[in-house]
């Protein structure tokens, strides 16, 4: 990290946006996961929310958001450098939001209720790649799937690296979501990535065995999606570069050609298992797994 611009005159809780990567792009499509962003020169500003990650729009089916849309925001009530814990760290609560793993973002989900009324804890929302940025898959080595699942992951490492600094015990985090957050929470409970990020979780309104909570045929979806931006599908590294020479905006505008769900009743692209010889987020089925 580097020096951060926080805010001054909110009465009761502390709110920083807080960058948690950075990816541009003609990067968001390619195999590689989200990195962590290296130390900054200057002061960030903490106060100013960040973008959401593109998507379609619910509703209106516009195109929404930015590349650069890999950002958490933490809410605490008190700060340690302050002198303000006296009954040491505070419990974290990162939550994780839904809509299908097609639109929406965490910056929409604040805890005042939850903080001025309750006990003292730490709480974190964040975004993560969505749709076919987010979930593409060539089903190889060269486009795995699971980015957006992936930055999830990310998101918690940072908690773990970071989360003391702003009041946190980064040994009591709890893991929440809603709908395709509550999905996500179960995946992250049975993969191996995820192993002691988080020591509790909540799943509201969806789980790894709901109908629309794991995506089918999105390797083949993946080739529909290369056909409608004019690339080509035979060898996955040709499809791959030519996916990242599309502006991020097309790309996911191409998903309202399959908004009459051709292939499923929810989620055009989704969670999905990833191959064999990869650092893989989900090794099977959900169903298989323990």
Known sequence: MGPLRLPTTIKY????????LLIYALEQIKNNEAQ????????????????????????SFKVVGQEDCLYLNVYTPKLPQEGLLDGGLMNVIVYLHGEAFQYGSGIGHTPHYL????????????????????????????????????????ALKWVQRNIAAFGGNPGAVMLAGTSAGGVSVHYHLVSPM????????????????????????????????????????????????CLRSRPAFIVSETLKNFLPWMFDSFTVFGPTVEPPGVDRFLTDLPENLP
């Open 13 to 20: 809780i502390y709110s920083f946006q807080v960058i948690l």
């Open 36 to 59: 962590p962003v290296k130390q900054w020169v200057g002061v960030w500003n903490a106060t100013i929310p960040g973008s959401d990650c593109i998507g379609l729009e619910q509703g």
């Open 115 to 154: 903080l001025e009324g309750g006990d003292d804890v730490v709480f974190v929302t964040i975004n993560y790649r969505l749709g076919p940025l987010g979930f593409a898959s060539t089903g190889d080595d060269i486009l795995p799937g699971n980015n957006g699942l992936k930055d999830q992951v990310a």
């Open 194 to 241: 995820s192993l002691g990020l988080f020591n509790r979780a909540i799943a509201s309104s969806g789980s790894a065995y709901c109908p629309w909570g794991y995506t089918e045929n999105v390797v083949q979806k993946t080739k529909q999606l290369a056909e409608y931006l004019g690339c080509p599908t035979y060898y996955s590294k040709d499809t791959v570069k």
